[in-house]
């Protein structure tokens, strides 16, 4: 850090900041003392020199409250996010003297989270009682972003995105795409069948920026066929209700299909095209210089699965 930054943070109390979004929240100098129990004067001291520190006003001050001022609106966000990881940070601590002794954070893509890493998870919480995971879905793009930008210590996710280059990735697990139809759609017949032949059909899919929607969109694309994507879902099960309602066909992981196999009567149909074989990696900066809790789980993760899947 360099010596300016190390000044401005000096400069900065946390005691202040509080104050300052208190005000920012309620619109009134008054109002935020009443509520933080505190002298109006004594706030109003606090922003003056909040102000000072920053070199720039805040708040509009006026007869009626205040109001926020560009600077304040960025400083508003700053403080939030600030305040949010202190109370992060607090909640951790806490765990800690309750007897946990590590945490590890993961961001992983729906793929991942449906089909694999409840039981992964599980049998390493049952072996590692006192490391507690912290676990978000999010797409494989910002799942890569996270790992890069140190928001999560590991992800789990397709990496054929960008970012994906500038972190390091071990094999997790293999799934593969299957084209799922109604029972009774004209499709449900055939044992497989090559995607291309699916443009013809209404497609429910998922977010634009998913992995199977890329994937999907490209092969559209390389074909020189419009996508007829016309319900996009957030997620897997919400995909198969449209999908057996008749407004559309959708591409699932197959294991993920099996796993969602009573959400109406509908049928998988394996996918002939190369790029429907998908494979799921763990992401990290640095696996070398992960803490102990984190190399504990990435080793449990990419041993060898137990047994071979078979979509049913």
Not at 71 to 84: Q, Y
Not at 128 to 138: M, N, P
Not at 208 to 231: F, W
Not at 273 to 302: G, M, S, Y
Request: glycine share 8%; charged share 20%; hydrophobic share 45%.
């Amino acid at each position: 850090m360099k010596s300016s930054e190390r000044s401005f943070a000096r400069r900065i109390d946390l005691t202040s900041l509080q104050l300052f979004v208190a005000v920012c929240e309620l619109g009134s100098i008054g109002r935020a003392a009443e509520r933080e129990f505190i002298a109006a004067s004594a706030v109003s001291k606090r922003l003056s020199d909040l102000e000072t520190a920053v070199d720039t006003a805040l708040l509009y001050r006026h007869s009626r409250g205040v109001t926020l001022t560009p600077a304040g609106e960025s400083l508003l966000h700053h403080a939030r996010t600030v305040l949010f990881g202190l109370e992060r940070m607090q909640g951790e601590l806490s765990e800690y003297a309750e007897g946990v002794r590590g945490h590890v954070r993961m961001h992983a893509n729906i793929s991942a989270i449906v089909q694999f890493l409840p039981e992964d998870l599980g049998a390493f919480a049952r072996a590692h009682s006192q490391v507690k995971i912290d676990l978000q879905e999010h797409l494989s793009s910002d799942v890569l972003h996270a790992v890069q930008e140190g928001a999560a210590d590991l992800g789990i996710c397709n990496t054929g995105g960008p970012g994906a280059a500038d972190l390091q990735s071990r094999p997790y697990r293999t799934d593969r795409l299957v084209l799922v139809v109604p029972a009774a759609h004209a499709l449900s017949a055939q044992a497989a069948i090559n995607f291309e032949e699916v443009l013809d059909w209404d497609i429910v899919g998922l977010h634009a920026n998913s992995s199977i929607s890329l994937a999907m969109r490209a092969a559209a694309a390389a074909a020189g066929r419009p996508l007829r994507q016309r319900i996009q879902v957030t997620g897997l099960d919400a995909m198969c209700r449209m999908i057996d309602n008749g407004l559309g066909v959708g591409l699932l992981p197959d294991r993920a299909f099996a796993l969602m196999h009573g959400v109406g009567r509908l049928q998988a149909i394996a996918l002939t095209d190369a790029w429907a074989q998908r494979e799921l990696r763990v992401v990290a900066r640095d696996f070398d210089a992960l803490p102990v809790t984190a190399r504990l789980l990435v080793e449990h993760l990419i041993r060898p699965a137990a047994g071979t899947f078979t979509p049913t």
